[in-house]
């Protein structure tokens, strides 16, 4: 079964920025679609960004102009870059894929506090 493994989370102070990584276990150059999602503390899980596989993005509207969502397929990896880091932002991270809905990593914790 694929897994996928989430990191680069932690402590940042407001204004500051984080590189989440998420490794999948195999090849993801065919998968149509990698997401980022985040689940804050009493809130449903949210999707964050998403890349297609034509390196298209889409991102929600509390986080489009400061995070950027890639892929390097020959890695099997997708990022998360996250700039002008808000309190809000704080929150488990997650990656997914269209093509496995249902499996989900551990998960990065972010938490932005000053």
């Known amino acids: 079964q694929v897994q996928l493994e989430e990191s680069g989370g932690g402590l940042v102070q407001p204004g500051g920025s984080l590189r989440l990584s998420c490794l999948v276990s195999?090849?993801?150059?065919?998968?149509?679609?990698m997401n980022w999602y985040r689940q804050a503390p009493g809130k449903q899980r949210e999707l964050v960004a998403r890349?297609?596989?034509?390196?298209?993005?889409n991102y929600a509207g509390a986080v489009k102009g400061r995070f950027t969502i890639s892929r390097d397929n020959s890695k099997s990896t997708v990022y998360l870059q996250m700039n002008s880091l808000k309190p809000e932002d704080t929150a488990v991270y997650y990656c997914?894929?269209?093509?496995?809905?249902?499996?989900w990593g551990q998960g990065t914790q972010v938490t932005v506090s000053s």
């Open positions: 890349i297609t596989i034509g390196n298209f993005t």
């Open positions: 195999r090849s993801i150059f065919d998968i149509s679609a």
């Open positions: 997914n894929a269209d093509a496995w809905p249902n499996i």
